[in-house]
């Protein structure tokens, strides 16, 4: 059976990577977080390290936490890998559906390392790729929207099939591909139990609105 390990996010696009590659017979064996410098939340869904520390112990897969700014995150990256690759994992799991330069990033730095990257999502249809994430189950949250792309009232709303019919309604891609929106799971099947979690107000960097989630 193949190591492999899951660029993880915390979200739903890296969730439901890791349920497709564990049905085609990977053994998913580490979740890579890359994190804020501070190491307080990770890099792009500002989700705290505490957050998804809870839902690695969920799903049972042990989780590698790299602080990083994004000047030296292609670096930071790379060291994560070879040392992954020291562990005896050989294969990369990501969940990029159709941002060819996101591909071609990840294909050269996984070349770099030693890695064979997967990305079972790419080229899949966005909507459907949507809706498979809730008919399996997954609970998840909008927790960051980029600003004039989405209002602040999104943030909290339960991705379900609503809300992915008025994202499209609006003509925003139902998956956030390109960074409209990232989202939270807190359960799903791969838990065992559900990750409790609170979100107790609003922040913004100038570019996204996010929730505390504490």
């Known amino acids: 059976m193949l190591k492999a390990f899951v660029s993880f996010s915390g979200g739903k696009d890296s969730h439901l990577s890791i349920y497709k590659a564990k049905e085609t017979g ?12 501070d190491e ?3 890099a792009s869904h500002h989700i705290p390290v505490d957050v998804l520390r809870r839902q690695s112990a969920a799903m049972g897969i042990p989780l590698f936490v790299y602080p990083t700014s994004w000047e030296t ?19 990369g799991i990501f969940g990029d559906i159709d941002v060819l330069e996101h591909r071609e990033w990840v ?6 390392a030693g890695i064979d990257p997967l990305l079972p999502l790419w ?5 459907e790729v949507a809706e498979e994430v809730v008919h399996l189950g997954f609970e998840a ?11 602040q009232e999104y943030l909290g709303r339960r991705y379900n099939k609503a809300l992915i ?3 499209l309604s609006r003509g925003v891609d139902p998956c956030g591909e390109e960074g409209e929106f990232h989202t939270l799971v807190t359960f799903g099947p791969l ?3 559900p990750v409790s979690c609170t979100f107790s107000g609003y922040g913004f960097d100038g570019k996204y609105h996010f929730l505390e989630v504490r």
């Open 123 to 127: 080229g899949k249809d966005h909507k």
């Open 26 to 37: 990977f053994e998913v064996q580490a979740l890579l977080s890359m994190v804020q410098e």
């Open 165 to 167: 019919e008025e994202l």
């Open 40 to 42: 307080k939340h990770s």
């Open 141 to 151: 949250y909008i927790t960051v929207v980029k600003d004039g792309v989405l209002p």
């Open 191 to 193: 838990y065992r139990h």
């Open 107 to 112: 294909e050269r730095v996984c070349q770099k």
């Open 73 to 91: 995150y292609e670096i930071n990256f790379l060291r994560a890998l070879k040392e992954l690759k020291e562990k005896g994992i050989t294969s």
